[in-house]
């Protein structure tokens, strides 16, 4: 069989890069390892942790939260195994969806695990046994895995990584995350919330690296606030599992003994038996794959896009390399604006970003102006309750163009759109401050701190 693109992963950058190919008129075959379609962002990662938080929220908002707006609830019960099935079904019902578009492209779909063959071939092995394909292009899209520290093994039972805690049959009575990043915040915000008490252990003196300091601080405070217990400066040096529990061994403090260690401190490109070395694709010291600004390898022909080429590991970046590599090599044009693609972390408040951070602006001597705005003086947020949070748009100081807004408050991940597309259009602040937002809401809060860059803001 020969094929225009043959695709290794069916994750955001892989499945989503076979449907603009076929559109575009391509003969297209994807290759996925795994039963479900849709990667690690739908089986273990964006969608089935979106699906506990928000779950985990209900059930906190239903036990704590809401009886100062005369709303009490009695007798509030956890079905985590129900939980845990309605988070599986929101992840079956949409890797369906996926199986449908596949067919809907006529995409042609292997299962087995792919790997280079050299001479425009791929090989598929799998239960069947082995298969090769031609192709004319080839695309890999095989993501990322967890990486752990050394010494430290994820063992699945007491050390797991995100896939083991985003399916605990039980709730930890303690459990310990290391790495302060995205995923520690995130699942153990779940956790939190289920009645874990979560101590989160970070190598560095601040949670969220990447996010704009302000705003990783003003987090920081609100979670220590909500019961997240944090430990920062800790290097972990190893583990000692006991019958039931485990001791975490931490360089120059005493050891913490807790039920479950959730290893988050990042991931590694995913480039297992691809057959990289024996094709010549070139890969950097971290062993993510060399792409140009076209998403070519150091190989004619194979591609390469998403978490196994590094950047910022997230679902829709990929999902923008995808596309834009595929209309590159079939329509002869194809770009990701690489400052305009914005981060959520999915915590209460959410923390949402786009652009350069101040500490990004500061190291490069590029002069700006701020303005802020607080969440507590907008109506909306009053009338909901959502009073932590701010607003911070960073703008050229001469240019007055915007080059970065960062949010921490309620609903900043859908907030952020609009600041993506002030981005993408090369806006100023001044175009916002003087775009109409509708009363009462929370993206008020955005046309503020808009004026507030030309100090002239009305409700603070
Ligand atoms: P992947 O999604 O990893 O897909 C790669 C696919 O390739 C996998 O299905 C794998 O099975 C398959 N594969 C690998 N090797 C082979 C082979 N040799 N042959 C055949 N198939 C192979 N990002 C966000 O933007 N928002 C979020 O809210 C978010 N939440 C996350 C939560 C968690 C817990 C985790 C772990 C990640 C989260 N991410 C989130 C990150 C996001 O999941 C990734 O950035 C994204 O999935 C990367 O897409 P990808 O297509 O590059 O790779
Ligand atoms: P991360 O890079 O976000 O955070 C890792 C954290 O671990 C960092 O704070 C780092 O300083 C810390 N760390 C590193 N070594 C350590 C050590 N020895 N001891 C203690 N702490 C240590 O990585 P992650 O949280 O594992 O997430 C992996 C990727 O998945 C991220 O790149 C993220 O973009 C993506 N993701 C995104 C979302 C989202 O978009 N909402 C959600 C989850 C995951």
């Not at 849709?38 to 273990?44: M, Q």
Request: charge should be neutral; hydrophobic fraction near 40%; aromatic fraction near 4%.
């Amino acid at each position: 069989m020969k094929f225009d693109l043959v695709i290794i992963g069916a994750g955001p950058g892989g499945y989503v890069a076979a449907i603009r190919a076929a559109q575009l008129g391509k003969k297209v075959a994807i290759i996925e390892k795994e039963k479900q379609l849709g990667g690690t962002c739908l089986r273990v990662g964006c969608i089935p942790s979106k699906a506990l938080l928000e779950s985990s929220r209900l059930y906190e908002q239903a036990t704590a939260g809401i009886n100062d707006r005369g709303i009490i609830f009695s007798k509030v019960q956890l079905d985590l195994e129900a939980m845990m099935q309605h988070k599986t079904g929101v992840v079956d019902t949409l890797a369906g969806g996926i199986d449908g578009l596949m067919n809907k492209n006529k995409i042609t779909r292997f299962s087995g695990h792919g790997r280079l063959g050299g001479n425009h071939t791929v090989v598929i092995d799998s239960s069947d046994g082995e298969e090769t394909v031609e192709a004319a292009n080839i695309l890999l899209a095989t993501g990322s895995v967890p990486t752990s520290l050394p010494g430290i093994e994820i063992d699945g039972e007491y050390v797991g990584s995100s896939t083991e805690a985003l399916k605990y049959g039980d709730i930890p009575k303690q459990l310990v995350v290391i790495g302060g990043g995205v995923i520690g915040l995130e699942l153990g915000t779940v956790w939190r919330r289920l009645g874990s008490t979560v101590t989160v252990l970070e190598y560095l003196d601040r949670i969220l690296p990447g996010i704009d300091t302000e705003i990783a601080k003003d987090a920081l405070k609100i979670f220590k606030k909500q019961g997240l217990k944090f430990q920062l400066n800790s290097q972990v040096t190893g583990v000692k599992p006991n019958r039931k529990t485990v001791d975490v061994l931490i360089e120059g403090q005493e050891s913490i003994r807790c039920d479950k260690v959730l290893m988050a401190v990042g991931r590694r490109p995913n480039t297992a038996n691809l057959g990289l070395e024996a094709a010549g694709v070139k890969v950097d010291t971290r062993g993510f794959v060399t792409v140009d600004s076209h998403y070519k390898t150091s190989i004619g022909g194979v591609f390469a896009v998403g978490d196994l080429i590094g950047g910022a590991m997230l679902a829709h970046k990929a999902e923008e390399e995808g596309i834009a590599c595929v209309e590159q090599l079939f329509s002869g044009y194809g770009h990701v604006n690489y400052d305009a693609v914005p981060a959520v972390v999915y915590t209460e408040p959410e923390i949402a970003t786009v652009g350069k951070t101040e500490d990004e602006l500061k190291e490069g001597k590029i002069d700006y102006k701020i303005g802020k705005f607080p969440y507590l003086a907008n109506g909306r947020a009053r009338a909901s309750g959502h009073l932590e949070g701010k607003v911070k748009i960073l703008a050229h100081a001469k240019t007055d163009r915007i080059l970065g807004v960062h949010i921490i408050g309620a609903n900043a991940g859908e907030m952020i759109a609009e600041c993506v597309a002030a981005i993408e259009f090369g806006a100023s602040s001044e175009d916002i401050a003087r775009t109409c937002h509708a009363h009462p809401t929370l993206s008020e809060t955005i046309k503020e701190a808009a004026l507030a860059v030309g100090n002239r803001t009305i409700h603070f």
